[in-house]
């Protein structure tokens, strides 16, 4: 027996079950589309709840607040200029991209929704992993959290996403109705560059027609890590940077911004739509000798070598204690000290002060660098990038309500956060917050 059309995927995380999923498109520009089981053919126009709202959650990974004042993002800044801008917003713990997209879409803190960064130790198999879908259906059955692309599925909408990132897709297999796969990402920055996504989510748009599209758009974000001009200038200009890479990646970034605005006209829906534009983090720069790495601080105490682990997360370390229970209280006392004793490092935190719960994956100590600084670990080269987050000063975002649905421009003096996408989209549509609850807010 299939499975209803609002489950979620429970086979294995690596791969789309053919008995869950059925590929729509498959060609050799690398539109590959899969729809959840009894959803073929199925589009907005014969859905269970009939609607002409429709809402596109767009994401510039990545993004600064202040790029968008550069002059060189025409489209996108006339989107915030006249919508509703919240000037406040916050990217949440861990600054990356895994778990404050989870936010987006689950309303809640990786305590409740099982994602606390990109990339972490997996005590089960004794190795650092990216997260993935797993870690948030082990959340889902613990406490009930659920997706806004799979609740709203239960609420007889139609979901999709486009997520230009190889983990991104991953991290959301089956929670979507249609869910686009990146099959042409690159193979070092593992994303599919933004002039493919861009006609790929237009292509969503057209044939399935979701109520609610979930897109992100990854060059900013992959060209702000490589820009080693950033990394060069940083400390040069009243230490700032001049990621002049990125820029060429923000202007055509821009362009393809366009093109989804003018196919949503052509479609017939803007007045009907609410665009959301946000970040789910920024980018900070570091110079070729900024790095910190806290296992040469730690392994230097014979107390500590031999027990413990890191998950680098560029702006942020998680540390994890695989010493004796005995040893744990201590070995956790000196690494904290060790660690704020270290040239580079902001802060250290217990994980579960930071909303990333006192799980497995969560760690043991979060450890933060200062501006302008980078982890890298296990050794000086394991992260050579000079374009980092993961940190605080990667937290401002932008965020702001556009489209037909937005009749007053204004700015609003709230702090907002990525937790708010899922509340804000779901009182857009009328539907409630799953029985676990939503810690964000409906904006405005």
């Known amino acids: 027996m299939s499975a209803p059309a609002n489950a979620p995927l429970s086979a294995d995380p690596a791969r789309i079950s053919a008995s869950r999923r059925t590929v729509l498109k498959a060609g050799a520009a690398g539109l590959v589309v899969s729809a959840a089981a009894g959803a073929v053919g199925t589009s907005a126009a014969d859905a269970a709840v009939t609607t002409s709202k429709r809402c596109v959650v767009l994401v510039l990974d990545g993004c600064r607040p202040e790029e968008l004042d550069l002059g060189i993002t025409p489209n996108i800044t006339a989107l915030r200029d006249g919508g509703i801008r919240y000037p406040r917003a916050l990217s949440q713990p861990i600054m990356e991209t895994i778990p404050n997209h989870m936010m987006m879409m689950t309303g809640v803190r990786p305590d409740q929704n099982g994602i606390p960064a990109n990339t972490v130790y997996d005590r089960t198999v004794a190795a650092t992993r990216d997260a993935t879908w797993s870690d948030f259906a082990a959340a889902r059955t613990a406490y009930g959290s659920d997706t806004l692309l799979h609740h709203l599925r239960g609420?007889?909408?139609?979901?999709?996403?486009?997520?230009?990132?190889?983990?991104?897709?991953?991290?959301?297999?089956?929670?979507?109705?249609?869910?686009?796969?990146?099959?042409?990402?690159?193979?070092?920055?593992?994303?599919?560059?933004?002039?493919?996504?861009?006609?790929?989510?237009?292509?969503?748009?057209?044939?399935?027609?979701?109520?609610?599209?979930?897109?992100?758009?990854?060059?900013?974000?992959?060209?702000?890590?490589?820009?080693?001009?950033?990394?060069?200038?940083?400390?040069?200009?009243?230490?700032?940077?001049?990621?002049?890479?990125?820029?060429?990646?923000?202007?055509?970034?821009?362009?393809?911004?366009?093109?989804?605005?003018?196919?949503?006209?052509?479609?017939?829906?803007?007045?009907?739509?609410?665009?959301?534009?946000?970040?789910?983090?920024?980018?900070?720069?570091?110079?070729?000798?900024?790095?910190?790495?806290?296992?040469?601080?730690?392994?230097?105490?014979?107390?500590?070598?031999?027990?413990?682990?890191?998950?680098?997360?560029?702006?942020?370390?998680?540390?994890?204690?695989?010493?004796?229970?005995?040893?744990?209280?201590?070995?956790?006392?000196?690494?904290?000290?060790?660690?704020?004793a270290t040239t580079g490092v902001l802060s250290v935190h217990d994980p579960a002060d930071l909303g990333l719960g006192a799980g497995a994956l969560a760690g043991d100590l979060v450890a933060f660098c200062r501006k302008g600084y980078r982890f890298s670990d296990p050794t000086l080269v394991s992260n050579p990038i000079p374009g980092n987050h993961g940190h605080p000063t990667t937290r401002p975002i932008p965020f702001f309500l556009a489209g037909g649905a937005v009749t007053s421009p204004s700015v609003r003096s709230h702090l907002v956060a990525t937790y708010d996408v899922a509340p804000t989209v779901g009182a857009f549509f009328g539907v409630a917050a799953p029985a676990s609850g939503w810690v964000g807010t409906s904006r405005p």
């Open 155 to 340: 609420a007889g909408l139609t979901t999709g996403s486009v997520l230009s990132k190889t983990y991104l897709y991953n991290a959301f297999l089956g929670e979507a109705t249609y869910q686009w796969e990146p099959t042409l990402a690159l193979p070092i920055t593992g994303h599919e560059v933004d002039a493919l996504t861009v006609p790929a989510a237009i292509q969503m748009m057209t044939e399935q027609d979701p109520h609610l599209l979930f897109v992100n758009l990854g060059d900013i974000d992959r060209f702000g890590h490589a820009d080693i001009v950033g990394g060069l200038t940083t400390g040069l200009l009243g230490n700032q940077s001049l990621p002049v890479v990125r820029r060429t990646a923000l202007a055509d970034t821009d362009a393809q911004v366009g093109r989804l605005v003018t196919a949503l006209k052509s479609a017939g829906h803007w007045d009907d739509t609410l665009l959301l534009v946000l970040a789910d983090h920024c980018m900070d720069w570091s110079a070729v000798g900024s790095v910190v790495s806290l296992t040469s601080v730690f392994d230097a105490d014979t107390s500590l070598a031999g027990s413990y682990e890191i998950a680098c997360n560029g702006g942020a370390d998680l540390v994890y204690w695989t010493g004796s229970a005995a040893g744990r209280t201590a070995g956790l006392a000196r690494m904290r000290e060790l660690a704020l």
